[in-house]
């Protein structure tokens, strides 16, 4: 059985040549799963086991930083660094910002 | 902390203005993944495992990789037989003594060789492996599906799509980077170079053809 | 730790068509192919038991693999001497033994 992230020979249209300039909030993603491979918090293999978790649908409904993020959330509250609760009322607290993104 | 506007003001790709048709999740949009972020980043933050400077630092070494990494080192391979001949032995050791800082990475740099008979191209079908101490970040379609799945089955037709059509007497040499290793292309320098500065060649030297869907052209 | 590894360069190689769950690193399409040891690049810990957060070890020998294209594609529209090289653990290999 093939998983959905291993894509090498299947078929797909032409490819797309567009360039996205990465936005701040997607290098964020990438700088905090540099540190927290750099304290040996979370492995790169452990990301990429949970890129390989998320179920084909999210897998390709979201943007390569999107899934990394989504990985990266799943491993913390699995590893126990951060909590359900404490994530679902910092998310709260953030939408109740009166300007969330200054 | 919050994410302090000076810090969000400083870096720069999404001040100009480009917007991606399939990334609606403009720099002023909330989604959800920015929130995720956003409440991850505090969170960590907070439980003081990370510092928003640290955040902020690497950020910047982020941005500071580019392609004009691999180019100079393209470069200095073109004008130092030796440097060439310590590149392919051992990339990881030859890159840290230009100054490039490996070890961030955890990874082993390999560097492949194009020649009249090979041409080598680049592409991770498990998930998105790339050089990025000596490319920066991959561009958007290096991760994308169409890539990832059709380098492996059908390089020449990619190559095509790129611009590239290689005769049949140079063998196509793709290179699925499914472990600990990443790779970096070394293109042929161009004829008509030999009179160029170190400096000159790397200014020539494009990201793709260190990926291996592009070659290098001669200049003008 | 393993400190010898078992293919030199030139060997023949069989991949294993297995048929597994976990996080793996060797992609679908090769399984079950025949390539030719290119190179063997080092000892690393296992990706596939840090991926579950455990230790690695033992280290297992990595080799970079070359393939045919038109054995691996039997319907490959590329030249003859067209080839792929990908980086193998040896848990995944089997030796060819020559008849």
């Known amino acids: ?102 | ?220 | 730790m393993v400190t010898q590894p078992a293919f030199k360069a030139g060997e023949r190689v069989h991949v294993r068509q297995v048929d597994s769950q976990g996080h793996i690193r060797t992609p679908h399409y090769i399984r079950g192919k025949t390539g030719v040891i290119e190179r063997f690049v080092g000892f690393f810990r296992n990706p596939e038991e840090l991926a579950y957060g455990r230790s690695g070890e033992p280290h297992r020998a990595l080799y970079r693999v070359r393939f045919v294209q038109s054995h691996v594609w039997p319907d490959y529209g590329g030249a003859a001497g067209d080839t792929i090289d990908i980086d193998i653990y040896e848990h995944w290999l089997q030796p060819v033994n020559p008849s």
């Open chain 1, 1 to 102: 059985m093939r998983a959905y992230h291993d894509l090498g020979g299947t078929p797909a249209g032409p490819i797309d040549h567009d360039e996205h300039a990465l936005q701040l909030w997607e290098k964020r993603i990438e700088a905090l799963l540099v540190l927290l491979t750099r304290k040996k918090i979370l492995r790169i293999d452990e990301n990429r086991r949970g890129l390989e978790s998320l179920g084909s649908e999210a897998y390709f409904a979201a943007s390569y930083a999107e899934r990394r993020m989504l990985s990266m959330s799943n491993n913390l509250i699995m590893k126990g660094v951060i909590s359900v609760e404490a994530l679902a009322a910092k998310i709260a607290e953030i939408e109740s910002r009166v300007d969330p993104l200054p």
């Open chain 2, 1 to 220: 902390m919050s994410h302090d506007p000076a810090d969000h003001h400083g870096h720069g790709d999404h001040a100009h203005g480009h917007r991606h048709p399939n990334q609606p999740d403009h720099d002023d949009t909330l989604t959800y993944y920015r929130k995720l972020e956003m409440a991850v980043r505090e969170l960590l933050i907070e439980k003081n495992i990370i510092s928003a400077d640290e955040v902020r630092k690497v950020v910047e070494n982020i941005e500071s990789r580019s392609p004009e990494g691999g180019a100079r080192v393209v470069a200095r391979a073109w004008s130092d037989p030796q440097f060439k001949q310590a590149l392919l032995e051992d990339a990881t050791a030859a890159c840290a003594s230009m100054g490039f800082e490996m070890a961030l990475y955890d990874v082993q740099l390999t560097v492949v060789e194009n020649t009249p008979d090979v041409h080598n191209m680049v592409v991770c079908t498990l998930c998105s492996c790339y050089p990025r101490m000596l490319l920066g970040l991959p561009p958007a379609w290096y991760k994308s599906r169409a890539y990832r799945s059709r380098a492996v089955r059908e390089p020449r037709a990619v190559l095509r799509e790129f611009g590239l059509e290689l005769p049949d007497t140079v063998s196509v040499r793709v290179h699925d980077s499914t472990a600990d290793l990443r790779y970096l292309v070394l293109p042929m320098r161009p004829e008509g170079t030999e009179d160029m500065s170190e400096a000159e060649l790397a200014a020539i030297v494009n990201r793709d053809s260190m990926i291996g869907t592009a070659v290098v052209a001669a200049p003008k």
